[in-house]
Nanobody, 117 residues
């Protein structure tokens, strides 16, 4: 059973920065993709960024050039460095793990990010 625990959320002013972390524990297949998603009040959950176990990254257009995803495979941890935050970045941010040898994904419980104007 894989568990994901996010941390690092909080309240920040527009233009500020936050760094989210997600630690995965349990039996994790080495070939996997870890990603960040977010869900704002009244909106559907949306993909933010993803990173493969090999280090390839992808970003949603809305966060490109402001957010950076990275990972430490030895620690089973993925990070999301968020810079130049905007009020529209306010959401609950979730971590997701997709393993190549499993059907279905693992999700964390989420961490709240609030950006004030």
């Amino acid at each position: 059973q894989v568990q994901l625990v996010e941390s690092g959320g909080g309240l920040v002013q527009a233009g500020g920065s936050l760094r989210l972390s997600c630690v995965a524990s349990g039996s994790i297949f080495s070939r996997n993709v870890m990603g960040w998603y977010r869900q704002a009040p009244g909106k559907q959950r949306e993909w933010v960024a993803g990173i493969t176990s090999g280090g390839s990254t992808n970003y949603a257009d809305s966060v490109k050039d402001r957010f950076t995803i990275s990972r430490d495979n030895a620690k089973n941890t993925v990070y999301l460095q968020m810079n130049s935050l905007k009020p529209e970045d306010t959401a609950v941010y979730y971590c997701k793990l997709t393993e190549a040898n499993k059907v279905g994904d693992s999700w964390g419980q989420g961490t709240q990010v609030t950006v004030s104007s």
